[in-house]
């Protein structure tokens, strides 16, 4: 199961992001996010679908069925593009009423049913049903970021940040497409060798994060290897 101090995170990770989403103006739906070709209507609409595709995913197994979090991949893409051209307010509630849905969902599930696993598309990847609450703090703060608006990377919560580097150094570890350096997050006094221990790149541990999977480009970061390493495209968001 997972721990209180996960679900009370991502609680407090909720709480964030739906006081930021309710302070938008009308016109800040529609403002480009940091996401190429997505504007915070976009942003928003995700994390809405993500959370209602978790749940439903979730509650199949207090039933007994098996619910993929989305049918395909082109019905995820769809969904998105559908839901954020809606009106400000039907997003804004269906983001409200998901997560909600999402923290009863956890509330209900067994110890053994949280041993299960659910199954991102019908044909798979399958993964453990107690991942979905890193996964889904993922989502929430990554994509609060990417809003643009005024939180940021900087503002993750130092837990947050830490299991971020745990995840992202071990993918770019696995990836065929990153090269082997180490990385050092100043604030923290701890090191992650992705693949080696040198070069090594330093830096506070958000900072960190936000250049492993893909955004920015390192600013504030420092390495001993002259450059920063030219890293692999980052695991698919769920």
């Given at each position: 199961?997972?721990t209180?101090?996960?679900l009370?995170?991502?609680?407090?990770?909720?709480?964030r992001?739906?006081?930021?989403?309710?302070?938008?103006?009308?016109?800040?739906?529609?403002?480009?996010s940091?996401?190429?070709g997505?504007?915070?209507?976009?942003?928003?609409?995700?994390?809405a679908?993500?959370?209602?595709?978790f749940?439903?995913?979730?509650?199949?197994?207090t039933?007994?069925?098996?619910?993929?979090?989305?049918?395909?991949n082109?019905a995820r893409?769809?969904g998105?593009?559908?839901?954020?051209?809606?009106?400000?307010?039907?997003?804004?509630?269906?983001?409200?009423?998901?997560?909600?849905?999402?923290?009863?969902?956890?509330?209900?599930?067994?110890?053994?049913?949280w041993?299960?696993?659910?199954?991102r598309?019908?044909?798979g990847p399958?993964?453990p049903?107690?991942?979905?609450?890193?996964?889904?703090q993922r989502e929430?703060?990554?994509?609060?970021?990417d809003?643009?608006?005024?939180?940021?990377?900087?503002?993750?919560?130092?837990?947050f940040?830490?299991?971020?580097?745990?995840?992202?150094t071990?993918?770019?570890d696995?990836?065929?497409?990153?090269?082997?350096f180490?990385?050092r997050?100043?604030?923290l006094?701890?090191?992650?060798?992705?693949?080696?221990?040198?070069?090594?790149?330093?830096?506070g541990?958000?900072?960190?994060?936000?250049?492993?999977?893909g955004r920015g480009d390192g600013d504030?970061?420092?390495?001993?290897?002259?450059?920063l390493?030219?890293?692999?495209?980052w695991?698919?968001a769920?």
């Amino acid at each position: 199961m997972p721990t209180a101090e996960a679900l009370e995170s991502l609680h407090h990770s909720d709480q964030r992001l739906l006081r930021t989403v309710d302070s938008q103006s009308a016109g800040d739906w529609r403002e480009p996010s940091l996401l190429p070709g997505w504007t915070r209507a976009h942003v928003v609409a995700h994390l809405a679908l993500n959370a209602e595709g978790f749940a439903g995913a979730l509650e199949g197994l207090t039933t007994g069925e098996q619910v993929a979090i989305y049918p395909s991949n082109d019905a995820r893409t769809a969904g998105i593009h559908e839901l954020a051209q809606a009106e400000t307010p039907e997003i804004r509630e269906r983001l409200f009423a998901a997560t909600q849905r999402l923290r009863d969902v956890f509330g209900l599930l067994t110890a053994e049913q949280w041993e299960g696993t659910v199954n991102r598309l019908p044909e798979g990847p399958v993964w453990p049903a107690v991942d979905l609450v890193e996964a889904r703090q993922r989502e929430v703060e990554i994509h609060h970021a990417d809003l643009g608006l005024d939180y940021t990377h900087a503002d993750w919560p130092v837990d947050f940040a830490t299991t971020l580097l745990d995840s992202s150094t071990a993918t770019h570890d696995l990836s065929p497409d990153s090269p082997a350096f180490a990385v050092r997050a100043t604030d923290l006094g701890r090191t992650w060798p992705v693949g080696a221990a040198a070069p090594e790149v330093s830096g506070g541990a958000s900072a960190l994060g936000w250049w492993l999977i893909g955004r920015g480009d390192g600013d504030g970061l420092e390495t001993d290897g002259g450059v920063l390493p030219a890293l692999g495209p980052w695991q698919r968001a769920r």
